[in-house]
């Protein structure tokens, strides 16, 4: 806890605020003090903020670095509530200063791995959604997007089912509601409708997330193209329907 007095700027600190700003605990505590104690690149703005609620007779939250006398740099979350008179005029600031180094960690080491995963989907020729349970897209990387010959705002918030012919659609339907209800990977084949109208088939593998209440909130699928696999397989099929038909003859 800290606490400001704007007409003289004497500054009241609890010992552990000092000790998260990383102040002498016997030196008197000032606005220089503060100042210094804030990493280079972050003085200007914590000083602006800090001078134009007073000012102003408004209250503040921001964030900043402090780097403590060991050269360690610490990332700070101060919350200043602004007391003021009858005239709007402040008259004492108080306020929290909580150290949310490790927050900040932890919230770097997610987007660096958000990124990384974007990076790896991005890159894939496979093609990759998530969508809810009513088939509703929620992320479908480039591969899928070129496929179907859309962007990704265009996709975004459809549902998949509309791009299975509709003769097809209650199957595909089906077979999400029996994934969620088993909750195990499952491969099929549907059919669809890509670019220009081309009919294709496309062969998926899907999966569910669950959230931390084991309930099914997003599924994802990887599938690709088997348009070419399927024709071969018919042309195969009509072959040897032709050789049998010869033997016969």
Same mark, same amino acid.
């Given at each position: 806890?800290?606490?400001? *007095?704007?007409?003289?700027?004497?500054?009241?600190?609890?010992?552990?605020?000092?000790?998260?700003?990383?102040? *002498?605990?016997?030196?008197?505590?000032?606005?220089?003090?503060?100042?210094?104690?804030?990493?280079?690149?972050?003085?200007?703005?914590?000083?602006?903020?800090?001078?134009d609620?007073?000012?102003?007779?408004?209250?503040?939250?921001?964030?900043?670095?402090?780097?403590?006398?060991?050269?360690?740099?610490?990332?700070?979350?101060?919350?200043?509530?602004?007391?003021?008179?009858?005239?709007?005029k402040?008259?004492?600031?108080?306020?929290?200063?909580?150290?949310?180094?490790?927050?900040?960690?932890?919230?770097e080491?997610?987007?660096?791995?958000?990124? !990384?995963? !974007?990076?790896?989907?991005?890159?894939?020729?496979?093609?990759?959604?998530?969508?809810?349970?009513?088939?509703?897209?929620?992320?479908?990387?480039? $591969?899928?997007?070129?496929?179907?010959? !859309?962007?990704?705002?265009?996709?975004i918030?459809?549902?998949?089912?509309?791009?299975?012919?509709e003769? $097809?659609?209650?199957?595909?339907?089906?077979?999400?509601?029996?994934?969620?209800?088993?909750?195990?990977?499952? !491969?099929?084949?549907?059919?669809?409708?890509?670019?220009?109208?081309?009919? $294709?088939?496309?062969?998926?593998?899907?999966?569910?997330?669950?959230g931390?209440?084991?309930?099914?909130?997003?599924?994802?699928?990887?599938?690709?193209?088997?348009?070419?696999?399927?024709?071969?397989?018919?042309?195969?099929? *009509?072959?040897?329907?032709?050789?049998?038909?010869?033997?016969?003859?």
């Open positions: 806890l800290w606490q400001l *007095d704007p007409d003289t700027y004497r500054i009241w600190t609890t010992g552990h605020c000092r000790q998260i700003l990383g102040l *002498d605990p016997e030196a008197e505590v000032t606005q220089q003090s503060f100042i210094s104690a804030c990493h280079p690149e972050d003085r200007a703005q914590a000083t602006r903020i800090c001078r609620a007073i000012e102003n007779g408004q209250s503040y939250e921001q964030e900043y670095r402090v780097v403590h006398p060991d050269g360690q740099v610490r990332w700070i979350l101060d919350r200043a509530h602004n007391l003021v008179d009858a005239a709007g402040s008259h004492r600031v108080t306020g929290v200063v909580i150290d949310i180094t490790e927050r900040k960690k932890a919230s080491a997610l987007r660096e791995s958000e990124e !990384r995963y !974007r990076n790896v989907v991005e890159t894939q020729t496979e093609l990759i959604c998530r969508y809810l349970p009513d088939t509703t897209l929620t992320f479908a990387n480039d $591969a899928y997007c070129r496929f179907f010959g !859309r962007s990704r705002e265009e996709l918030g459809t549902k998949f089912i509309e791009l299975i012919p003769p $097809a659609r209650a199957d595909a339907f089906a077979h999400v509601q029996t994934l969620i209800s088993n909750q195990r990977p499952v !491969r099929y084949e549907h059919q669809v409708i890509g670019r220009m109208g081309r009919k $294709a088939w496309q062969e998926w593998s899907d999966h569910v997330i669950c931390a209440d084991g309930k099914v909130i997003e599924l994802q699928g990887v599938g690709r193209d088997i348009t070419e696999l399927k024709r071969a397989k018919r042309e195969a099929r *009509d072959r040897s329907r032709e050789v049998t038909h010869l033997t016969r003859v």
